[in-house]
């Protein structure tokens, strides 16, 4: 906001003032001329008194009508008992004519309506989805998401993944992945990969598969319930791809103490 709006604004609320307090003026001169013509006499005692009742009668009018709540919510005065009274009476006990208010039985029957539209649309008719049936729709739209997602081309952080993985043999490609299995890999799979906690990467016998895809995919997303982590969160794709390279190239390396086989033999 600018200088000169606010000073707009400033001039603006003055005008309002000013205006204000003219009619305020005027009224007060027209009062006082009027009064000067022809003053109004005081009242006499008798007059007051009168007026003292007008007024009580009236405070006692207003509090006889239903408040705006009570008529809102359609319920009856408690001054208004008497009248609600029905002939009959048991051991003092009498009741009452006064009848559940519609809005209440509008929304009771709305209710029951309500829960045998539901019954129908979820349990009878099969038309809308249930939760489970919610859940495996979302579980299915985002595996085809995911699909998409990890086919589209030109995607930097993806370019690759489980789907286009090839074996590379160079050279740079196993040293890479030679580094990164240090630390990270060693200690459940040994220093060569002859396995300790973690199965031998070095023979032809797999758990969870043996060609390229495999070996990325088991690295990606580990196997969490057997100790085996997914890399996917700490490590690139491409580190990935150069790790699956550099466990291949140990094929047949036959390290000192290898651990047995586990799994499946695979060519
Ligand atoms: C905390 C221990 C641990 C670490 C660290 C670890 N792994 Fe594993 N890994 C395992 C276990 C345990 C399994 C076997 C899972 C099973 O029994 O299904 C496994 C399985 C594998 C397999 C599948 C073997 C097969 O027979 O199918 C590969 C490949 C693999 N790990 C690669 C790696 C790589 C690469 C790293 C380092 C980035 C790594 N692991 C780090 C514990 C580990």
């Known amino acids: 906001m600018s200088y000169s709006d606010i000073l707009v604004i400033a001039m603006g609320l003055t005008a309002v003032m000013i205006l204000g307090v003219s009619i305020l003026m005027l009224k007060v001169i027209k009062f006082y001329v009027k009064e000067s013509v022809h003053p109004t006499p005081f009242p006499s005692p008798e007059e007051k008194a009168r007026q003292e009742i007008a007024l009580e009668q009236a405070l006692a009018l207003k509090r006889l009508k239903p408040s705006i709540w009570s008529k809102i919510m359609g319920l009856k005065p408690i001054s208004e ?21 519609a809005w209440f039985m509008v929304l009771f029957y709305g209710t029951i309506f309500f829960a045998l539209v539901y019954m129908f649309n979820y349990e009878v008719l099969g038309w809308g989805q249930n939760q489970e049936q919610e859940y495996d729709t979302e579980i299915e739209q985002a595996a085809l998401a995911k699909e998409a997602f990890l086919l589209k081309p030109g995607n930097a952080k993806n370019a690759v993944n489980e789907n286009n993985i090839e074996q590379s043999k160079d050279e740079a490609v196993i040293k890479n992945g030679a580094a990164l299995f240090q630390n990270r890999c060693t200690p459940c799979h040994g220093e060569h990969g002859q396995g300790i906690v973690g199965p031998n990467l070095t023979d032809a016998y797999w758990l969870h598969g043996g060609t390229v895809k495999d070996i990325f995919k088991t690295i990606k997303y580990g196997v969490p319930e057997k100790g085996m982590i997914a890399w996917e969160k700490s490590l690139s794709a491409q580190q990935i791809a150069d790790l699956t390279n550099y466990i291949l190239s140990l094929q047949g390396s036959n390290p000192a103490g290898a651990k047995a086989p586990q799994g499946e033999k695979q060519p």
Do not use: R
Not at 86 to 99: K, R, V, Y
């Open 81 to 101: 008992e008497k009248d609600l009274v029905m002939e009959h009476e048991f051991d003092g006990i009498a009741e009452l004519n006064n009848p559940t208010p």
